[in-house]
């Protein structure tokens, strides 16, 4: 159960986290705030049963599903043969390779991309990834096995152009 | 014949030709020579004599092969991209770790595979933020207001009890034996409130008042002895101080499950309305009373307790109307050892919205 206090340090704590996890996966900067919105409404209203322990769970959670609903009704994804336009001249390595990345991000299946951003961006174990996309271990081991050999391969083509 | 030999240049041509560096019309040119200076044929079979010939072990093969240094590790191509992976996701223990190290020593190429996948770890842009987390947030509550609603939950419990006691108090006078009727007089002298007990009845541990001063905090709990007791004790004095004590025995309230209990919406003239009684037993042993519903009159009770406090038409407001009627039913359950339950009703056209659930709850 969590009050009132404990809902808004949750808010304090995850709601940026929450967002950078939507806008990743949504490309759209409304919809992104929307999913922030209503996981937090959700976790209101479910404030009685909801685990203080386990409040950034839930969270991402609830908003892994809305993400899932929301792209599938809207298709604000970014198409995977659409991602690959990218200007590598200019680009510096360092400064430029999280943008590199991000793109290449793009390229991967959705739940390869889910489980690639709850494992860098938040730091997620892959119990705890798999409780959140309803995954067990194994299959979550295998996605972000597949989701960083992808990227690799994405990156190698970027760095033989160079 | 292009080929011209003579005395001054015969020892070039004749050591390509021990060599074997000639061609036919070298030979050729060469023999012809030979023939017509003697001395000279003389000189070359002794030069053909010194040549030395390839010493047999030349042509031995021996290896060095057994020199060289192989990986014989677990690692190999088909399984490389995991060890790298699991480098990546610190998966690795120390064994295969030293393991990858070596390969990387024989496999420079496996070495930069492994910086390029390092490459791909994401990081979160933290510029990126979340901009609207004051529509998020809820209103804290301060303590003080904690104190206050604590009062106002007693004031539901006392309030709801004084009126399911009025309703014992009204109870309907069948025909009784006289040892009914003896059973009846102890019931009405142990099931009494303040408010409705008759004057000439003793009183002593039944009755009931209450005082609230300004920082009260009520504790209820229920006693061993089944008796509902309710203590005040005075924060200011840091002493529990028993206010009076309230005992009930041999009673047995029954509530029964409805459907129709309404929500909050109903008209606060409903405050005054008294539960529907669907049966009202008296034995020897127990009386029972069984209530259609209790919907009106708890419910705008409730509300209107939590709708003192109603400042503006927010969301805020609407939290703290149902945590009121929350608090006031989970004091009631805890004295009870009921379930009624608030439940959130709310919706846009109506935010104070809550409904009102109770299974059956009893005294005893």
């Given at each position: 159960?969590?009050?009132?206090?404990?809902?808004?340090?949750?808010?304090?704590?995850?709601?940026?986290?929450?967002?950078?996890?939507?806008?990743?996966?949504?490309?759209?900067?409304?919809?992104?705030?929307?999913?922030?919105?209503?996981?937090?409404?959700?976790?209101?209203?479910?404030?009685?049963?909801?685990?203080?322990?386990?409040?950034?769970?839930?969270?991402?959670?609830?908003?892994?599903?809305?993400?899932?609903?929301?792209?599938?009704?809207?298709?604000?994804?970014?198409?995977?043969?659409?991602?690959?336009?990218?200007?590598?001249?200019?680009?510096?390595?360092?400064?430029?390779?999280?943008?590199?990345?991000?793109?290449?991000?793009?390229?991967?299946?959705?739940?390869?991309?889910?489980?690639?951003?709850?494992?860098?961006?938040?730091?997620?174990?892959?119990?705890?990834?798999?409780?959140?996309?309803?995954?067990?271990?194994?299959?979550?081991?295998?996605?972000?096995?597949?989701?960083?050999?992808?990227?690799?391969?994405?990156?190698?083509?970027?760095?033989?152009?160079? | 014949?292009?080929?011209?030999?003579?005395?001054?240049?015969?020892?070039?041509?004749?050591?390509?030709?021990?060599?074997?560096?000639?061609?036919?019309?070298?030979?050729?040119?060469?023999?012809?020579?030979?023939?017509?200076?003697?001395?000279?044929?003389?000189?070359?079979?002794?030069?053909?004599?010194?040549?030395?010939?390839?010493?047999?072990?030349?042509?031995?093969?021996?290896?060095?092969?057994?020199?060289?240094?192989?990986?014989?590790?677990?690692?190999?191509?088909?399984?490389?991209?995991?060890?790298?992976?699991?480098?990546?996701?610190?998966?690795?223990?120390?064994?295969?770790?030293?393991?990858?190290?070596?390969?990387?020593?024989?496999?420079?190429?496996?070495?930069?595979?492994?910086?390029?996948?390092?490459?791909?770890?994401?990081?979160?842009?933290?510029?990126?933020?979340?901009?609207?987390?004051?529509?998020?947030?809820?209103?804290?509550k301060a303590p003080i207001y904690y104190i206050t609603r604590?009062?106002?939950?007693?004031?539901?419990?006392?309030?709801?009890?004084?009126?399911?006691?009025?309703?014992?108090?009204?109870?309907?006078?069948?025909?009784?034996?006289?040892?009914?009727?003896?059973?009846?007089?102890?019931?009405?002298?142990?099931?009494?409130?303040?408010?409705?007990?008759?004057?000439?009845?003793?009183?002593?541990?039944?009755?009931?008042?209450?005082?609230?001063?300004?920082?009260?905090?009520?504790?209820?709990?229920?006693?061993?002895?089944?008796?509902?007791?309710?203590?005040?004790?005075?924060?200011?004095?840091?002493?529990?101080?028993?206010?009076?004590?309230?005992?009930?025995?041999?009673?047995?309230?029954?509530?029964?499950?409805?459907?129709?209990?309404?929500?909050?919406?109903?008209?606060?003239?409903?405050?005054?309305?008294?539960?529907?009684?669907?049966?009202?037993?008296?034995?020897?042993?127990?009386?029972?009373?069984?209530?259609?519903?209790?919907?009106?009159?708890?419910?705008?009770?409730?509300?209107?307790?939590?709708?003192?406090?109603?400042?503006?038409?927010?969301?805020?407001?609407?939290?703290n109307?149902?945590?009121?009627?929350?608090?006031?039913?989970?004091?009631?359950?805890?004295?009870?050892?009921?379930?009624?339950?608030?439940?959130?009703?709310?919706?846009?056209?109506?935010?104070?919205?809550?409904?009102?659930?109770?299974?059956?709850?009893?005294?005893?």
């Open positions: 159960m969590i009050n009132a206090e404990k809902y808004n340090q949750a808010v304090d704590l995850h709601s940026d986290g929450l967002y950078r996890f939507a806008l990743k996966q949504l490309n759209d900067t409304e919809l992104a705030k929307d999913i922030v919105q209503e996981s937090f409404t959700r976790l209101w209203e479910k404030r009685e049963t909801v685990n203080a322990d386990k409040v950034k769970s839930y969270l991402f959670t609830i908003a892994y599903h809305l993400i899932i609903e929301t792209a599938r009704n809207q298709q604000k994804k970014t198409k995977l043969s659409d991602a690959g336009a990218i200007s590598y001249s200019g680009a510096k390595r360092n400064h430029e390779l999280q943008k590199i990345l991000e793109h290449g991000l793009q390229k991967l299946s959705d739940i390869q991309r889910t489980v690639l951003l709850l494992r860098d961006y938040e730091g997620y174990n892959y119990q705890e990834i798999g409780e959140i996309t309803k995954l067990n271990e194994s299959q979550v081991k295998v996605y972000i096995f597949r989701a960083r050999i992808a990227m690799r391969e994405y990156l190698g083509k970027l760095e033989n152009v160079l | 014949m292009s080929v011209e030999i003579n005395r001054n240049n015969y020892e070039a041509y004749l050591i390509d030709y021990l060599d074997g560096n000639t061609n036919k019309e070298t030979e050729m040119a060469i023999q012809l020579f030979l023939i017509q200076n003697p001395d000279i044929e003389e000189t070359f079979a002794m030069l053909k004599e010194s040549k030395f010939e390839k010493p047999e072990f030349e042509n031995a093969s021996v290896s060095f092969e057994h020199l060289k240094k192989f990986y014989n590790g677990k690692i190999n191509v088909s399984n490389l991209d995991e060890y790298l992976v699991d480098e990546l996701e610190n998966n690795l223990n120390n064994e295969q770790k030293n393991d990858l190290n070596i390969y990387f020593e024989y496999f420079p190429e496996a070495k930069k595979q492994s910086e390029l996948l390092k490459k791909t770890v994401l990081s979160p842009d933290f510029a990126i933020v979340y901009d609207d987390k004051k529509k998020l947030k809820k209103q804290s604590s009062a106002i939950a007693a004031a539901a419990v006392l309030l709801i009890m004084v009126l399911i006691y009025n309703n014992f108090s009204e109870p309907k006078k069948p025909i009784l034996s006289n040892n009914e009727r003896r059973t009846e007089t102890k019931v009405e002298t142990t099931v009494n409130s303040q408010s409705t007990l008759p004057k000439e009845k003793p009183v002593s541990e039944n009755k009931l008042s209450v005082k609230f001063l300004p920082k009260t905090e009520v504790k209820i709990q229920q006693m061993p002895s089944q008796n509902v007791d309710i203590d005040f004790i005075n924060i200011a004095e840091q002493k529990q101080e028993l206010a009076q004590h309230t005992t009930i025995e041999n009673e047995e309230l029954l509530l029964m499950k409805t459907s129709d209990f309404p929500a909050a919406n109903n008209d606060f003239s409903d405050m005054n309305s008294k539960p529907i009684i669907e049966n009202d037993n008296l034995n020897e042993n127990k009386k029972t009373k069984e209530f259609k519903t209790i919907g009106q009159w708890f419910a705008s009770a409730t509300k209107k307790i939590a709708g003192k406090y109603k400042t503006k038409n927010t969301e805020d407001d609407q939290i109307t149902s945590d009121f009627a929350a608090l006031a039913a989970g004091a009631i359950n805890e004295i009870t050892g009921s379930r009624i339950r608030i439940t959130e009703k709310s919706s846009p056209s109506n935010p104070f919205a809550f409904g009102i659930e109770s299974e059956k709850f009893e005294f005893k």
